[in-house]
């Protein structure tokens, strides 16, 4: 595609070229006058917007074919993989009335919480699919709501301590986006912080802060942690994707992000939601 745009684009340049030669050499025989100049001059740009039509007709075409087909082909695949995942859920509920048996309880409930992830991954990754077509249209929800829901999924993991103050504030955003932010910033802090450490979650004002006791950064990792694919520590698990796309969507919805850290000392993210409030 890349090879085509630009031959395309030589191609286009070099008519241009052609017809501004034709422009110089029409005017020179038969002198320059108004009437010559607009006569010239039109046909010069009826010419090349002709071509250009060609050429975007050429090149936009099989593009905008590909993602229509791509586009079905998505839906009819994310509509396929709800089918079994409703299935699932629906007969877990049914299992559990009928069932008695205390161990036997216990595994059910381990399908029914990787269902409840697989079911979180389908919907991020119709968000992702749909925010690629289109933008994502923002919705209003309950900023406790939210927090709480993330960080009882977090506790499922039997790690860290999770400190919440209350806040009533609603925010109104892009929700799916902002619960991923949520994700990234609660993982970094557990990976990055003593499995017996607090993490502590405070809504002050118009303030979200998260804070870790872990092993923090110095000044040079600070000045990279947005960097895409740049991990602080390599031993950790992990893509170096995460705190990237916690810039972009903070970005996209004009959240100012800061971060306070010390290396040894721990982490504290902070972002000021204000413009997110719900009016």
Not at 51 to 71: F, M, R, Y
Not at 189 to 204: N, V
């Amino acid at each position: 595609m890349k090879k085509e745009t630009s031959l395309a684009a030589l191609g286009y340049f070099m008519s241009v070229a052609i017809l501004l030669s034709f422009l110089y050499w029409f005017l020179k025989n038969e002198g320059f006058t108004e009437s010559n100049f607009i006569i010239a001059s039109v046909f010069v740009l009826l010419l090349a917007g002709g071509w250009g039509i060609i050429l975007s007709i050429h090149l936009l075409a099989p593009k905008v074919k590909l993602d229509e087909n791509l586009s079905q082909l998505t839906s009819e695949i994310l509509h396929e993989l709800n089918i079994p995942l409703s299935t699932m859920k629906a007969n877990s509920t049914l299992l559990k009335k009928r069932i008695k048996d205390e161990k036997s309880l216990q595994r059910l409930q381990r399908i029914e919480d990787a269902s409840l992830r697989l079911e979180r991954l389908y919907k991020e990754l119709v968000y992702s699919i749909k925010k690629e077509i289109h933008p994502i249209e923002k919705e209003t929800f309950s900023l406790q709501e939210v927090l709480q829901e993330r960080i009882e999924v977090f506790q499922s993991f039997e790690r860290n301590h999770f400190s919440i103050n209350k806040t009533n504030k609603m925010l109104y955003a892009d929700k799916i986006g902002f619960e991923k932010v949520l994700d990234n910033l609660l993982m970094n802090a557990m990976k990055y912080s003593d499995k017996d450490s607090t993490i502590k979650i405070r809504m002050h004002e118009n303030i979200l802060s998260i804070m870790d006791q872990g092993i923090g950064m110095d000044e040079t990792q600070l000045l990279r942690v947005y960097e895409r694919y740049y991990q602080g520590d390599g031993n950790k698990e992990g893509k170096g994707i995460g705190l990237a796309l916690v810039k972009s969507y903070c970005d996209a919805e004009d959240i100012e992000i800061q971060i306070d850290s010390q290396k040894d000392k721990g982490t504290t993210i902070m972002l000021t939601l204000d413009k997110t409030f719900k009016r």
